[in-house]
């Protein structure tokens, strides 16, 4: 699986400048609204030394990490939800994507216009959830007579009605789908109307350099995570060692990327294990709690469909001990069935029959 996260925010927050420094792929920045007006989209590969730890020991021919797709969606405005400016591109954009990671300005430069004409991140915080809130009741009203229409019939749309009733009174409310208090049988009558508010939210604080140590606030009761486009822009444009010293002398522990993939495997409940041979060392994705065929059948449905073990090792063992072989002779590797919950590191070798 690869998580997509849309980028979204005002114009001129620095949208466009953070998938930059995030993809290295080149987008359009510009000193006015809407300056591009396509979306731009980028796959790149999640961060993660252990890959690089597993390959040595292993030899292995090539190193496939897991990857994140970053999907920056051109700006909104007031009356986007009405299909207004880029609206329906927005609103487009953002239906493919599993988690927003909406970008609020910080900075302030006098050469950078904004829309509003002044910095106060509250405020374009509220502009893109009033908007998502329309667009969400927009989208119930428009089903709510088909699903009063086929209710008379089934007993399976009158639960999606009473279910899709219930947010939308949230919503009238000025609350998002995803903070209502939702059974999983409600969040699941609901799936197919693909609501916005329903997504993971992400917040990005884009400061200046010298904001690096500021506390910032909560927006909506979710903490901002501080990044610096301008500066991880132009540490995207060093070359890897140069990068990392200039990162360290401004006190930067990580990239962007990987504070920023971090906080959405946290935030959307993912993690990673390895496969590792000769021919390739790779990290697959799984969701937390995922069992040992769930996690073979991301590499395969007949893997998990053939199930019959696992040979692991958590990947702290796999290094210490040389790889598989290693681990072995101290014992470190061990069989595992059908019902054991795999943990984020660990080196799997299925066995599988079909």
Known sequence: MSLSIGIVGLPNVGKSTLFTALTKKGGLAANYAFAFTETNVAAVPVPDERLDALAEIDNAAKII????EFVDIP???????RGEGLGNKFLAGIRETDAICEVVRFFDNPEVMHVSDKIDPKSDAEAIKLELILADIATIEKAIPRLEKDAKKDKVYANKLEAAKKVLTGLYEDQRA???????????AIYDLHLLTMKPMLYV????ENQLEDKLPAIEGLPLIPICARVEAELGELDPEEAVEYRESMGLTESSLALLVRE????????????????ETRAWTIP???????????????????????????CEDY???????????????????????VHDGDVMHFKFNV
């Open 264 to 279: 959405a495997y946290q935030l959307l409940g993912l993690h990673s294990y390895f496969t590792s041979g000769e021919t």
């Open 75 to 81: 700006g909104l405005a007031a009356g986007s939800s």
């Open 65 to 68: 990490p897991a990857t994140v």
């Open 178 to 188: 995803r903070s209502l208090e939702l059974s999983d049988e409600e969040k699941a």
């Open 319 to 341: 290094i210490a001990y040389k790889g598989e072989a290693g681990c072995k002779a101290a014992g470190k590797l061990r069989l595992e069935g059908k019902e054991y919950v």
């Open 288 to 314: 937390l709690g995922a069992k040992a065929p769930q996690a073979a059948g991301v590499i395969h449905s007949d893997f998990e469909r053939g199930f019959i073990k696992a040979e692991t090792a958590s």
């Open 205 to 208: 604080a884009n400061i200046d």
